[in-house]
Each structure stands twice: as C-alpha cells, then as structure tokens.
C-alpha cells in the first residue's frame, strides 16, 4: 500500500509505501473503526488535508482509496463511498508514525499538532 500525505501546494507531498505487516495493521485498524454518513465526511481547506492510502491497483477491504483526516475516514469504491469515525485520531496519528523516515522533521511536527 502506498501512502501521501496531503499538506503541500505547489511541490510534491510526501509518499512511501507500507511493509506487508504494517498494511495488515492498517486494515486491522480501519475494520475497527464505526461507520458514519458519507456526507458529513468532507475534506476542505488549504495546507494539512490528511493521508491519501491507495492499494497498487487492489482493494483494501474492498476500497480504492481512502482518505484519512481530522478523525475521519472516508474510503472510496467503484459503487460508493463509506465513512467512519477516528474520535481518538488513532489511524491518522498511526499512519504518520509509518512516513517518520519519509517526512521531514518540521513537517512531522506540523501534521502532530494538527492531529492533536
């Protein structure tokens, strides 16, 4: 699974790829999560706009993306899209945890507030 982290306009965002255990943890981590409406879900705004996790061209519990941001989750498929819940901001703060050696060390405390 490949993962960006969405917080730059006008240069590249930040991307690296999950190991095969961390990639069984994330979707250990989004079946957990409790399901809301899709439309109270949305993304708005400039700078900080969440993690963007793809699968390569396959599934994740049969997504095809799925965005996390400000304890939201929205994941897409061909048929629509489901939302969940991330109260405690769990699977965002996970998910920066796995790029440490991908971000750099400004932009990591950047993302940290902005998940607290």
Known sequence: MR?????????????????????????????SLQPIPAESAAFEGLGYRGFVVTGHG???NGFEQV???????????RSGTAAFRDPQHSLE??????GRSHIE??????VRKEIE
Do not use: C, H, I
């Not at 965002?13 to 979707?27: G, I, K, R, Y």
């Not at 965005?67 to 498929?77: E, Q, S």
């Not at 703060?93 to 796995?98: F, S």
């Open 67 to 77: 965005r996390v941001f400000r304890g939201k989750v929205v994941a897409t498929r």
């Open 3 to 31: 993962v960006e982290l969405d917080a730059f306009s006008g240069r590249p965002n930040p991307n690296w790829e999950l190991t095969d255990q961390q990639s069984a943890e994330f979707l250990g981590l989004l079946q």
């Open 105 to 110: 060390q400004g932009t990591m405390a950047y």
């Open 93 to 98: 703060a996970w998910l920066l945890e796995t």
């Open 58 to 60: 396959e599934t994740m």
